[in-house]
């Protein structure tokens, strides 16, 4: 599949750097998600359910 989506838009430049600057974006925000969980269980609830609402309301 991977293959198909890149020949699809006949691997222009501009389309591989936005793909990969979205992946990138994604992979903060999944970070940000857990570091959200990861102080709800450690008790900080202030802190984890900010980031936790923030974040997922993107």
């Given amino acids: 599949?991977?293959?198909?989506?890149?020949?699809?838009?006949?691997?222009?430049?501009g389309v591989q750097l936005w793909r990969f600057n979205v992946g990138f974006y994604n992979l903060f925000l999944a970070l940000g998600l857990i570091a959200g969980f990861v102080?709800?269980?450690?008790?900080?609830?202030?802190?984890?359910?900010?980031l936790i609402a923030y974040l997922s309301s993107m």
């Fill in 39 to 50: 102080a709800l269980h450690l008790g900080q609830e202030t802190v984890g359910r900010t």
């Fill in 1 to 13: 599949m991977r293959g198909a989506a890149y020949r699809q838009h006949g691997g222009r430049p």
